[in-house]
């Protein structure tokens, strides 16, 4: 395989993953409610969605983070928003999930975490104005 192309699908992969995960958001009937924007991240392979994503939001508007912890084989996981002061309650077992809730109020660069797995499970959070 020569280097263009594992360029181009190292590429993709990252592309894709953002796609799936980044953005669902809700419809909701009140005008004045902005819609959640949210996130699913599984942690698998000592990773989140497999390449640890950017994941952009808006400030202002609701947010809704969950993670599952996919991993086969016991290995526990949490995440944390570094700088946000937000962290899942626990470390998540396999098959666990939680939920994190809040409204980005600043835009800015947040990094995020799994603190059980310092420098695998790394990624950043932006938040637009
Ligand atoms: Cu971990």
Known sequence: M???TILWVSCGAATLGALA????QRIVSGKSEPPAQRILL?????KF???NPTLEV???VPV????RNDEPGGIPHDFAL??????TPKALQPGEPATLRFTPSRPGEFAYTCT???GLMDGRLVVRP
Request: aromatic residues 6%; without cysteine; positive net charge.
């Open 21 to 24: 995960f980044v953005f669902g």
């Open 49 to 51: 969605n497999g390449s």
């Open 2 to 4: 020569s280097g263009k």
């Open 82 to 87: 570094v700088g946000l002061d937000l962290k």
């Open 64 to 67: 809704e983070i969950t993670v």
């Open 42 to 46: 599984r942690a698998e392979a000592g």
């Open 116 to 118: 059980l797995h310092p």
């Open 58 to 60: 808006r400030r202002g």
